[in-house]
């Protein structure tokens, strides 16, 4: 939905409008699901639903304005090389020659920091469950559920897990 709507709405608002709009979007959405909280499993559930959907919006919205950005930067680079002196045009065609040179690197890093972003996830996340002591099945202690582990406890690894994210699209929207 994110990918639809914002390709549109970049043209509506302007693309920096539009992607201050995604990044309120994922806090709002990232942030329903740190702090929302309920005893009743179906209304937790469907409040979860919908958070993630706004969350999802807004991440589906990042691509378009990205690439309308990118394409973006391609044609002012190209109407102001038009304009440009033999000097400014040696420049530009070695800084262009540069960065077409390092566009693979680019663009592996950008793919590789996608793996390095789940598996430093995965270790955050396999740390907050070492930490908060529920690595180990004790189904012996009244306050565990069936599977020996502290609901309470889990709350608290998913949700400072969910935090975590949070500050981070945080960071996102200041940049």
């Given at each position: 939905?994110?990918?639809?709507?914002?390709g549109?709405?970049?043209?509506?608002?302007?693309?920096?409008?539009?992607?201050?709009?995604?990044?309120?979007?994922m806090i709002?959405?990232?942030?329903g699901?740190?702090?929302?909280?309920?005893?009743?499993?179906s209304?937790?559930?469907i409040?979860?639903?919908?958070?993630?959907?706004?969350?999802?919006?807004?991440?589906?919205g990042?691509?378009?304005?990205?690439?309308?950005?990118?394409?973006?930067?391609?044609?002012?680079?190209?109407?102001?090389?038009?304009?440009?002196?033999?000097?400014q045009?040696?420049?530009?065609?070695?800084?262009?020659?540069?960065?077409t040179?390092?566009?693979?690197?680019?663009?592996?890093?950008?793919?590789?920091?996608?793996?390095i972003?789940?598996?430093?996830?995965?270790?955050?996340?396999?740390?907050?469950?070492?930490?908060?002591?529920?690595?180990?099945?004790?189904?012996?202690?009244?306050?565990?559920n069936?599977?020996?582990?502290?609901?309470?406890?889990?709350?608290?690894?998913?949700?400072?897990?969910?935090?975590?994210g949070l500050?981070?699209?945080?960071?996102l929207?200041?940049?």
């Amino acid at each position: 939905a994110g990918m639809v709507t914002f390709g549109a709405a970049c043209d509506l608002i302007g693309r920096k409008n539009a992607g201050t709009l995604t990044s309120l979007l994922m806090i709002v959405g990232i942030a329903g699901m740190t702090f929302f909280d309920n005893a009743n499993t179906s209304t937790l559930f469907i409040t979860f639903s919908v958070f993630f959907g706004v969350f999802g919006s807004g991440v589906g919205g990042e691509y378009p304005i990205s690439a309308s950005g990118a394409a973006a930067y391609h044609v002012v680079n190209t109407e102001a090389a038009l304009l440009d002196d033999e000097d400014q045009h040696h420049r530009r065609v070695l800084l262009e020659t540069t960065r077409t040179v390092r566009r693979g690197e680019t663009i592996s890093l950008v793919f590789a920091m996608q793996g390095i972003g789940a598996v430093l996830g995965s270790i955050i996340l396999l740390c907050l469950v070492y930490f908060s002591n529920q690595s180990r099945i004790q189904c012996d202690q009244p306050s565990s559920n069936s599977t020996g582990n502290n609901p309470y406890a889990l709350s608290g690894i998913w949700r400072s897990f969910y935090l975590i994210g949070l500050l981070t699209v945080v960071l996102l929207l200041l940049y």
